[in-house]
């Protein structure tokens, strides 16, 4: 068995999981019309390939990745694109987003997919990266990461850990359980295929421990296939246990430097539900187009975890699952601790929706109004990153956005553990957040500035080059002209004057000597007549 380690803070937390977690995977029906975000990951948007009239097989690329950071973006049923523009998506900023909008044609034909790489053992990583790239597969843990460049551990890098991260910790979520009990030799299967993609050297399963079937299952899949080198560790039930930086602290005593990456000490981790995906991918040859979720809470007549479509609107899985209850009071995308609010369930389902979560004012009661900090510092006792909620309120609050990343914001993984705990009931996150976008918005202002700057540095630059090229052709057009002249009144005689000089000299001294000669011969004629 794996030594386990604690990390800091954490909350035991009613799971409130059974609700949905007593019945097996359904597969959600497709719907009329899919609403596929280009942007549905972390990293840049992919560049669409389809136009409003193309026809498209189920699993054919809408959009290819646009970087080294990016998602394809595959239609997950066959139909006709009707549009391609802006709706609203699944975000806290309500904002709308680019889609493909797809007008399914109820054949759900698939498109000519990529061959299976089943030998994949003799394959060289780099080729089930690009496979996995290809696939469009993210993180499906919720944080939407380009699984491609997590297979990518860089020249040198030596990967110690592959961790799958199987603890879903969040109350009301259970896909990742279902998929564990009801999946798990394409989990399997994906945790080798990674493990070979990162040559890593040993590798464990977390899953919390209140999961008993599916660490059963996940035991008798490594066990059906010869692996008796994978760990599962059932870890305590604590939240965030399943927080990426948290479990890998569980199974390894190794904590992710501040504002570092896992790979940093030599740990890789994947969601589970990611491993089952690049199984698809690599064994199948089957893009991302669906993912496994759970629908809950007192607002919905009968929870469920489902096999969804991307792009489904969560009306239709809302009306699937029986539809709202007269207890209905909000609806989230995620769980009740790290998820959001959502204005309207005509929002699509996207690659990092875990959960559509119907909650009742009686489960999520209205939060009441917040009472001033009494720095009772249960925020602080809370926090599994050890960091100071207090202070990084007060500074946020104040605007000192400085002085909120001098106390670390950015590893703040809003787990809402602070805000839970916080007697004087003040949304800490919302103002975690809050500073964030501030940040980020003050760094985009201050890129946009360093590039306008740029801009009028290279464009004064450009004028005084244009000018000096302008003085140094008129230079050059000028010696031209010079020389032209010079060549052109050579060509009008060039050393004539000097031969017309030389030659009147000449004329003049005979002339000189004729006229002395002739005085020498008057003088003489004169000297006879006299002599005569
Ligand atoms: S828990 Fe709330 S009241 Fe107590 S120190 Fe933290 S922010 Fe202040
Ligand atoms: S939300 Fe951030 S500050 Fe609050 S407990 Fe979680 S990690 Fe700590």
């Avoid at 919905?300 to 009306?319: D, K, M, Q, Y």
């Avoid at 104040?398 to 805000?419: R, S, V």
């Amino acid at each position: 068995m794996n030594k386990l380690f604690r990390f800091p803070g954490g909350l035991r937390l009613a799971g409130r999981k059974k609700l949905s977690n007593t019945t097996t995977i359904r597969p959600a029906p497709v719907p009329a019309e899919l609403t596929v975000p280009l942007g549905q990951h972390i990293g840049a948007v992919p560049e669409v390939l389809v136009k409003v009239g193309d026809t498209v097989g189920k699993g054919q690329m809408l959009a290819r990745p646009d970087g080294y950071v990016s998602a394809a973006v595959h239609a997950p049923s066959s139909g006709t694109v009707t549009a391609i523009e802006s709706r609203p998506v699944p975000h806290p900023s309500g904002l709308s987003a680019p889609c493909v909008v797809i007008r399914t044609d109820g054949e759900d034909r698939w498109a000519e997919l990529p061959a299976p790489i089943s030998d994949w053992e003799q394959r060289d990583p780099a080729e089930l990266r690009q496979r996995v790239r290809e696939a469009g597969i993210v993180g499906l843990g919720g944080a939407a990461f380009p699984s491609s460049v997590k297979l990518n551990p860089g020249p040198g890098a030596v990967v110690e850990d592959l961790i799958l991260n199987g603890a879903e910790c969040e109350p009301y979520i259970s896909c990742d359980d279902r998929l564990m009990r009801e999946r798990a030799e394409q989990i399997v299967g994906g945790l080798r295929i990674i493990r070979h993609a990162l040559q890593a050297r040993r590798c464990t399963i977390g899953v919390e421990d209140n999961k008993p079937e599916a660490i059963a299952a996940l035991r008798e899949a490594l066990s059906a296939a010869g692996e008796r080198d994978v760990a599962v560790a059932a870890v305590p039930t604590r939240y965030p246990a399943g927080g990426e930086k948290q479990l890998i602290q569980v199974l390894t005593g190794r904590e992710v430097p501040s504002g570092g990456l896992p790979l940093q000490i030599g740990v890789v981790c994947h969601n589970v539900g990611t491993a089952a995906a690049v199984y698809q991918a690599v064994v199948e040859g089957r893009p991302l187009i669906s993912r496994v979720l759970t629908v809950t809470g007192a607002g919905v007549a009968a929870p469920a975890n489902l096999e969804v479509r991307i792009g489904t609107p969560f009306s239709a899985l809302i009306e699937y699952c029986g539809g709202y209850t007269p207890e209905v009071d909000r609806l989230l995308m995620g769980g009740p601790m790290m998820g959001f609010a959502v204005q309207d369930d005509l929002v699509p389902v996207i690659k990092a929706t875990n959960c559509v979560l119907a909650g009742s004012g009686a489960e999520f009661p209205r939060p009441a109004e917040a009472l001033p900090c009494i720095r009772c510092g249960a925020c602080a006792d809370a926090c599994p990153v050890s960091l100071l909620p207090q202070q990084l309120y007060w500074h946020a609050r104040a605007g000192d956005f400085d002085k909120t990343q001098e106390h670390e914001l950015f590893d703040c993984i809003e787990c809402g553990a602070c805000a839970y705990v916080c007697p004087s009931q003040i949304p800490l996150v919302q103002y975690f957040r809050y500073a964030k976008s501030e940040i980020a918005e003050q760094e985009r202002e201050r890129k946009k500035a360093d590039l306008a700057r740029d801009r009028y540095e290279f464009r004064l630059e450009r004028l005084e080059r244009e000018k000096q090229e302008q003085a140094e052709k008129r230079r050059k057009k000028k010696e031209a002209l010079r020389r032209a002249q010079e060549a052109k009144a050579e060509g009008a005689g060039g050393e004539k004057p000097a031969v017309d000089k030389q030659a009147a000299i000449q004329a003049a001294l005979k002339r000189a000597e004729e006229k002395k000669a002739a005085k020498a011969r008057a003088s003489a004629e004169a000297s006879n007549e006299e002599s005569d």
